[in-house]
């Protein structure tokens, strides 16, 4: 694509690297070549093991709290004030996994796949085979409507060519899916549970070698073995139950919220133009960066940075703020949209797109 016309040179943020003019980006070659060279450049694609150890370790030490505050409490109603904060404890897990998955933690597959066995099938349910399978191919097609996992027609629908044959109670839902959205995220912790499980103990993963099976397998026995024994030692079974409800559905909402404004209501590639797209317009223009400060980086887990974790799916978390001045001036330089709004905004558009989606089937009603 041509250069923009007298492009400005864009500010650094404090602490970040120092940013090139536009002008000075090269066209030649692939778009995307000359931003990774200035990333290599920086040392944004190097590895900080230590910044995630220190995570990793608070993580550990405020489950072992929780747990404790659990065992003296006892059974008491009291106790379910625990769950909230078990949710967020388990999101940042959640978090940590997602990063071991794409090798931001350690460039040593075995030491990864150790960290991601561990903080997904081990601490949450949820099987690393299963999830990686699913995410690698959402991120070498994000948002593509027959190549991303992550669009494709199920409990919501995100484009309106999928609601031709929606009937009964599938039906109901796309007509009111931008109302539903975010109570049916209350259940993606349970879900994700569930489709791992499905996804070890059934013919889904037959591609598997049979010991990767056996050692997931085994880890989310252990997961549930657990996650029981901790509730129903230090519970009565009614509230067990009660506690384990909020500690899911808020985890669901609490990663629906950090998931929901990355994709949705972006451009939607389709086999006329995703074969034409290089890495840099795949990436960009299907995806939204959420502005905001430390909380949002926190509490968003890094992913308000989407479209330079979908750039650079390896860069550590903690770079992905410094890269971005980069990227956003790169994108400048070859006219290339990038889209970046406040968290509020994002739902708003994301759910705006959902009810747009569903507007044959009320029109229809």
Not at 121 to 133: A, I, R, T, V, Y
Not at 253 to 264: D, E
Request: net charge positive; glycine share 8%.
């Amino acid at each position: 694509m041509p250069r923009a016309a007298a492009a400005p040179v864009v500010e650094p943020v404090p602490g970040s690297v120092p940013v090139p003019a536009p002008e000075s980006v090269r066209m030649s070659g692939s778009d995307f070549t000359p931003l990774l060279k200035m990333v290599k450049e920086q040392g944004l694609l190097e590895r900080r093991a230590g910044w995630y150890l220190r995570g990793i370790t608070v993580n550990l030490l405020l489950l072992v709290a929780i747990g404790a505050a659990m065992a003296l409490l006892g059974p008491s109603w009291w106790t379910l004030l625990l769950a909230p904060p078990l949710a967020v404890l388990s999101a940042r897990m959640a978090f940590v996994g997602h990063d071991a998955g794409h090798a931001q933690i350690t460039a040593d597959r075995k030491k990864g796949r150790l960290v991601q066995l561990v903080h997904a099938n081990l601490l949450l349910g949820m099987s690393q085979e299963w999830w990686n399978d699913k995410h690698n191919r959402h991120h070498a097609n994000p948002n593509h409507i027959d190549k991303d996992p992550d669009v494709k027609a199920d409990i919501l629908v995100f484009a309106q060519h999928q609601t031709r044959d929606r009937t009964g109670v599938r039906r109901w839902l796309t007509r009111h899916q931008a109302w539903l959205f975010f109570p049916l995220t209350t259940l993606e912790g349970i879900a994700l549970k569930v489709y791992g499980f499905q996804a070890v103990f059934s013919r889904e993963s037959d591609g598997v070698p049979p010991r990767r099976r056996v050692v997931e397998g085994a880890l989310l026995v252990a997961h549930v073995a657990g996650y029981a024994a901790l509730l129903l030692t230090n519970l009565t079974v009614g509230q067990a139950v009660v506690f384990a409800l909020i500690h899911q559905m808020l985890l669901g909402l609490h990663l629906g919220m950090a998931f929901a404004p990355n994709h949705k209501g972006m451009e939607m590639p389709g086999p006329e133009n995703s074969d034409v797209w290089g890495h840099l317009r795949r990436q960009v223009l299907t995806s939204r960066n959420i502005r905001g400060g430390i909380l949002t980086d926190w509490f968003l887990g890094g992913l308000n940075y989407q479209i330079e974790h979908h750039l650079f799916p390896s860069m550590p978390r903690p770079h992905l703020r410094l890269a971005q001045p980069l990227v956003r001036a790169h994108c400048r330089a070859l006219g290339l949209p990038y889209t970046e709004t406040g968290l509020i905004d994002s739902y708003r558009q994301a759910l705006g797109h959902l009810h747009e989606v569903g507007e044959p089937l009320r029109a229809g009603a």
